[in-house]
């Protein structure tokens, strides 16, 4: 077919740079490829479809998507007649990147907050305790503020997902 090279082509620059991006947020340039590919499939896809394209392991595909599935990157979908899982990506690239960071951030958020309020429990019991010496309760104060505002931030950021998640973002920076 004449133009099926150059096709090819742009089609691999874009999952190249996919790949790329995908990896400067932790997820592997494999699972990056995979989500790229299916982005320019017109139907959804089985493992060994998936497994034909990329030439991995079936079950390394299969991790693929479960990780991809997890960030609600991809869906699974059925088709009537077929007893194979097929899997497709969620088109709205704002909704990906919305399901994709919020994932993130909660997650962040969650372990943040609390490692801080166990930390400040800890550091308020040094304050009760009178064989601590001022030094280190003058330091524990200190500390105590200091997650404070940690604290404050980690509910901003909190708002900051809601916001993303109600679409209400879209209020304040319009889609174009």
Not at 83 to 104: G, H, N, P, S
Request: proline share 2%; charged share 30%.
């Amino acid at each position: 077919m004449q133009g099926i090279d150059k096709l090819e082509k742009a089609r691999e620059r874009v999952i190249d740079a996919i790949a790329q991006n995908m990896n400067l947020y932790g997820v592997t340039p494999s699972v990056g490829r995979l989500w790229g590919l299916m982005y320019f499939q017109d139907e959804p896809m089985t493992l060994d479809d998936m497994k034909q394209e990329l030439g991995m392991s079936k079950t390394s595909m299969s991790t693929s998507v479960r990780n991809l599935v997890d960030l609600k990157m991809v869906d699974k979908v059925w088709k009537k007649g077929t007893r194979k899982d097929l899997y497709e990506v969620e088109e709205d690239w704002y909704q990906t990147f919305i399901d994709f960071f919020t994932i993130k951030w909660r997650s962040g958020i969650s372990m943040n907050v609390s490692a801080i309020q166990k930390s400040l429990a800890d550091l308020k019991e040094l304050l009760e305790d009178e064989q601590i010496s001022k030094e280190v309760k003058v330091e524990a104060e200190n500390d105590i503020a200091k997650l404070n505002n940690a604290l404050e931030y980690y509910f901003w950021l909190n708002r900051l997902v809601d916001s993303f998640e109600s679409h209400e973002i879209f209020k304040y920076v319009p889609k174009e």
